[in-house]
């Protein structure tokens, strides 16, 4: 894939490159955020809780960047072929890095709500933090596949989307037992079912980057395709 | 702005012309998606229920259709600044209305389960139509405003929001309030919460789709800006 991306124009070379680094700069905040978001979740650290709600400001700030360095590129440099793919690919995918921000600003105030009200959400940790580490492996894995151009990576974060989503579900369950058997709790659940829910919807956009990455090497758009384990169309 | 889109090339206005009906007959689908979702709602209709679950495939489609044909005309037209801002910005409009069809397809989902409970939601009905009927009005005019290309309108949309997010809050307050009160509803008061949560989502995207129009027009990112209710930035 390398190869395919090397041209005459080192100057267009450099610019790509450049963009491409952006993105996996945007990817790395992200990724921090989330993991930050979610040792706030455990330990009800304040400093934690801030810093990530702090911190959006800078991803959002970086979308502008990347969208407008995009812009620029295409402009011009008119980009054909995979080149074209890759930023278009660069288009959608920063989009859905900013939306994994903004969860990871939702679980911070999620957390920040609970410890406020005095509670320590320790007794469903266990849960919530199993399904963020296989979605923080989602979204390191599906930006490893950007910075590679691996699709069979990004292929393996759309099929991992599946078990998060049926790992939600059974979350929700358990947490609405929970409201039923201590109605008094209903409150603090809730906030415990929204930072779930965010950290649900993080595995969603990795698996659009996902997508998007097989778009930018393969050139098909696999989007709204169901894909079974072992990666063929079902 | 119709002057400054026209160009020499007929072929290329043609091009761009069909691109942006395009965005419009996508926009009119998913508008449309949403008032059934919610119609649904209003009288467990089965039959509203099915055709919006599976209309969201027309949905699907389009959105690639379009993400197809916007890269084919940046290979082959190569544009520059409005032209380039309108396509730029048509590849981003599409991602939010997908996620508006998306969206309605959860509403249907969620009445689905309510509905074959047996329950019947009636008793949020007003709240959740009026809040409802907000978003649809959003939807509406962030299309109206991307057909005119009218940034006056697009910022309505844009402030529009902050009162879908009050209600919305408040929506919650009470659900919150009435599970405490009832635990035995809990399972189906949850499902009103999610259908809640889907329509002010819907209003987000609409309010993001307000923000690219902004961008099109008036070559001015102001996604992450506050904006008060005349407009000003704060």
Not at 100 to 111: F, L, N, P, S, T
Not at 170 to 176: A, E, G, M, T
């Amino acid at each position: 894939m390398e190869d395919i991306l090397h041209h005459q124009s080192s100057q267009f070379d450099e610019e790509l490159g450049r963009l491409r680094s952006d993105v996996l700069r945007m990817g790395g905040l992200v990724e921090n955020q989330v993991a930050t978001a979610i040792e706030a979740y455990g330990a009800c650290d304040p400093r934690a809780i801030e810093e990530t709600i702090a911190r959006d400001q800078d991803i959002n700030a970086l979308e502008k960047q990347i969208d407008d360095e995009s812009a620029q590129l295409i402009a011009r440099r008119q980009p054909t072929a995979v080149d074209l793919r890759l930023v278009f690919g660069i288009i959608k995918i920063v989009t859905d890095l900013e939306r994994i921000g903004d969860e990871a600003k939702k679980i911070a105030k999620g957390v920040r709500r609970i410890c406020a009200a005095g509670s320590q959400p320790t007794q469903f940790a266990p849960a919530i933090l199993h399904l963020a580490e296989t979605v923080l492996v989602m979204v390191r894995e599906s930006l490893d596949a950007f910075a590679r151009l691996d699709s069979g990576l990004a292929q393996k974060v759309i099929v991992d989307d599946n078990g998060v989503d049926a790992e939600f579900k059974s979350i929700v369950r358990q947490l609405i037992t929970h409201m039923t058997e201590e109605p008094n709790t209903i409150s603090m659940v809730m906030d415990v079912i929204w930072i779930a829910r965010s950290v649900e919807r993080i595995g969603d956009h990795a698996k659009n980057v996902g997508e998007h990455v097989i778009f930018i090497v393969e050139g098909q758009d696999v989007r709204h395709r169901r894909l079974s384990s072992n990666g063929g169309a079902v």
